[in-house]
């Protein structure tokens, strides 16, 4: 009985702390955009660089959206099944 409590009070408890990683996540891929807007300012590094760059901050950008999307569909889907 007290482990059936327990996964029950775990798989509830599970997507909050989902939300804070991803909270987390997005801050510390913000942290890194505007490090990557300061040295575009800048312009002092070469182009394999600022490419390489470029092409991590598209990949944040694009994780940060997968996130949200996920994140929304999970809302959904417990939403409906209220």
Do not use: C, E, Y
């Amino acid at each position: 009985m007290k482990g059936i409590i327990a996964a029950l009070a775990l798989g509830l408890a599970l997507p909050a702390l989902a939300n804070r990683g991803d909270t987390a996540k997005d801050t510390q891929d913000a942290a890194k955009d505007k490090v990557d807007d300061a040295k575009d300012k800048l312009g002092t590094d070469s182009g394999t660089d600022k490419a390489n760059r470029h092409m991590k901050k598209t990949g944040r950008s694009i994780n940060r959206s997968a996130r949200h999307t996920r994140n929304k569909v999970k809302k959904g889907v417990n939403d409906a099944t209220k």
